[in-house]
């Protein structure tokens, strides 16, 4: 018994030597398969980390920007609105308060230079916002604007505003077309008309604004209005010769020279609703825009009142 086991010995030897010789082999193609498997869960668990359901992931991403300044009432109506209106139609966005914090008049279109240059590293498309008006019915869409620009508050739902021509309360546009036209104009201080300048800037580079088609409302339904101009007076001031410089098409500013100081990103929560606050410090050339400050004394020398007929002749 003992000799044949002897005998026998070296066939096991060399078949366990065959075995471990397989099983090497296999272990070394391991490490391609194990590395392939990691890849597929990081990406897996990255995903999920954004919280929303498969199917209703969105490619693109919205920055609603908001130009702003003493508005918090308004600003506390908007926030948790704007939440629940984009929800529904499960938009990738965030909102963007943009805060003019120097003692210039109030600058809508460099504000808005100022709050694209600031995301479009990060989102594709902005809906230049104005906070006092909430858009109510569920067919107007805040989805990515990819052939043309859209202008949600059109002039036959607007509340307020219905020439045919008139862009201004809510605005989508992508990132390309925003920088195509240079942005906005950063000569207007004050209130009114640089979104008809914008208009303009527009036309010429042929994007034919869209307007919402599947509307059943109307111009008392469609939007809530909550500006109270009795308590907020409009700056319509006009000083120097802004009255005729703001009246033609600007081609020597905008979105390449805008001059500001972001002095500060501050992020909020107002009613679960979360939001960026930019405190942008607008910087005036005083050669080019001396109205940026409309001198108060002698005002009936300095001061014109042209009332809230915003219909230009750009
Ligand atoms: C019509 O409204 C629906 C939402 O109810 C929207 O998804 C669709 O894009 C709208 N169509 C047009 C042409 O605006
Ligand atoms: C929304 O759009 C659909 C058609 O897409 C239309 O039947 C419906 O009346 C619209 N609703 C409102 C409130 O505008
Ligand atoms: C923007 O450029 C124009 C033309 O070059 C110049 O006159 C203007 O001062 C510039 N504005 C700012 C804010 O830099
Ligand atoms: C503010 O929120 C943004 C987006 O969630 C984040 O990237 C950023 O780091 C936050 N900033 C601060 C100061 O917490
Ligand atoms: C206001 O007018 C008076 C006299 O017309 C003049 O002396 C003064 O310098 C003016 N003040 C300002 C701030 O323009």
Sequence with gaps: MESRWKLIRPKYLLIGILITFFIT?????LPFTTDKCICDDSDRSKRDSTNVPEPL???HRLAVLVPFRDRFEELLTFAPHMKRFLHKQNIDYRIFILH?????RFNRASLVNVGFLHVRNEFDYIAMHDVDL???NDNLSYGYPDASPLHVSAPDLHP???????????LLIKREHFIQVNGMSNKYWGWGLEDDEFYVRLKEANLMVRRPQNISTGTQNTFRHIHDKNHRK????????QREVTRKRDRETGLDNVSYKLLEVINVTISD???AILNIELLCDKELTPWCECVKTNESKDKKI???NKKSSL
């Design 100 to 104: 003019q914090v120097d003692r210039f």
């Design 234 to 241: 409009r700056d319509t001031t006009k000083c120097f010769n």
């Design 160 to 170: 307020r505003y219905h020439y045919s021509t008139f862009i201004g309360g809510i």
């Design 306 to 308: 042209v009332g809230e």
């Design 134 to 136: 909430l858009p109510l």
């Design 57 to 59: 992931r969105n490619l």
């Design 25 to 29: 082999c296999l272990i070394s193609t």
């Design 273 to 275: 609703s979360p939001l």
